[in-house]
């Protein structure tokens, strides 16, 4: 059974794009590295939010990599860029990626909070606006 992961983060000024983009960089090339990870894909959304969508072979590979020190580098820099920031994940037997649709409805169904130092009203209600555009996909493959 693999695991879905999908986070949204939404960066709360232009001036932290520079500082996201080095940070996503980064982590592309670990993620490709990864133990266990399958395939991904990044959305850029309208109002400066962006999705991420991962797909691993089980959820040790994915709490490994959200634990390890590419990843953990780069969340207290997400707590002061972002005022909004969520995710979720769940099992699934499929050998591909959902939509963003399937990614929206479930973290309106069960998405987890990551604590902020901003928090927007948003954040705070657990409101996700629906992702907008899919012209803006990173795909992400080994």
Request: glycine share 4%; hydrophobic share 40%; aromatic share 12%.
């Amino acid at each position: 059974m693999r695991i879905v992961c999908v986070t949204r983060l939404r960066v709360r000024s232009i001036r932290f794009l520079p500082g996201l983009y080095w940070a996503t960089r980064k982590l592309q090339k670990a993620i490709k590295k990864a133990p266990g990870f399958v395939m991904g894909k990044l959305l850029a959304d309208r109002n400066l939010a962006f999705w991420t969508m991962s797909m691993w072979e089980d959820i040790d590979s994915m709490r490994a990599f959200r634990n390890g020190r590419a990843h953990a580098a780069i969340m207290p820099n997400a707590a002061r860029w972002c005022d909004e920031a969520s995710f979720v994940h769940w099992q699934t037997e499929a050998d591909e990626l959902p939509g963003w649709a399937e990614a929206h409805r479930r973290m309106n169904e069960s998405g987890k909070l990551s604590p902020l130092r901003f928090p927007s009203a948003d954040h705070k209600a657990c409101k996700y606006k629906q992702p907008y555009d899919e012209r803006f996909v990173i795909p992400l493959r080994k």
